[in-house]
């Protein structure tokens, strides 16, 4: 299978994952809201297929849910959707840019989570601004922080050992693929 083909593939699970994970927590919105549980299948695309990918699912993932679902409203996914395309891309362009190291990957992880959250937040003052209320910096930081710690602590222990894990698996599209025919030690006999 190519790698565009793989890449399309892991993006359609993602994007699967991003549908099906907040049923888990659907029946108590305030957790949900805490553990955001679309922002792990963005991220995850972003390393895994790269920013392309990444940005598309990110932001195609909380629309289509609110077409399907009814769920969450048009504002909050709109605001959703630019918020988990931009997790998307920065952990997929960090991840390409910085060397392949545990620690950088903890670097784009972090990264992706704050662009995100500012991008989160931009769109909702416009959303609330022409709604004609107010979107001050409290209120950010109540959606975008202090609310969700346990989904940021979530992001940062799980995404990092995903990735690891398929990287160590072979499962990475752009990684390096692995060969299969025998080594010249092997091959003459000098095993």
Not at 170 to 188: K, M, N, Y
Request: hydrophobic content about 55%; charged content about 10%.
């Amino acid at each position: 299978m190519s790698v565009s083909a793989k890449k399309m593939v892991y993006a359609s699970l993602f994007l699967a994952l991003a549908l099906f994970l907040p049923f888990l927590t659907g029946q108590i919105p305030e957790i949900g809201s805490m553990l955001s549980p679309m922002h792990l299948p963005a991220l995850l695309c972003g390393f895994v297929c790269g920013w392309p990918w990444g940005l598309a699912m990110g932001f195609m993932a909380p629309l289509f849910r609110t077409l399907c679902f009814g769920m969450p409203p048009f504002a909050t996914a709109l605001a959703m959707a630019f918020e988990l395309a931009a997790y998307g891309a920065f952990s997929g362009l960090l991840y390409r840019l910085l060397p392949k190291k545990v620690g950088y990957l903890y670097v784009s992880l972090i990264g992706a989570m704050i662009g995100g959250r500012l991008v989160w937040g931009a769109v909702q003052a416009v959303i609330t601004g022409v709604a004609g209320t107010a979107f001050g910096l409290q209120a950010f930081w109540m959606g975008a922080v202090a609310n969700a710690i346990p989904g940021i602590i979530c992001q940062i222990v799980l995404v990092p050992l995903l990735v690891l894990a398929l990287g160590k698996a072979g499962l990475l599209p752009d990684a390096p693929v692995r060969s299969r025919t025998a080594s010249p030690d092997t091959a003459q006999g000098r095993a």
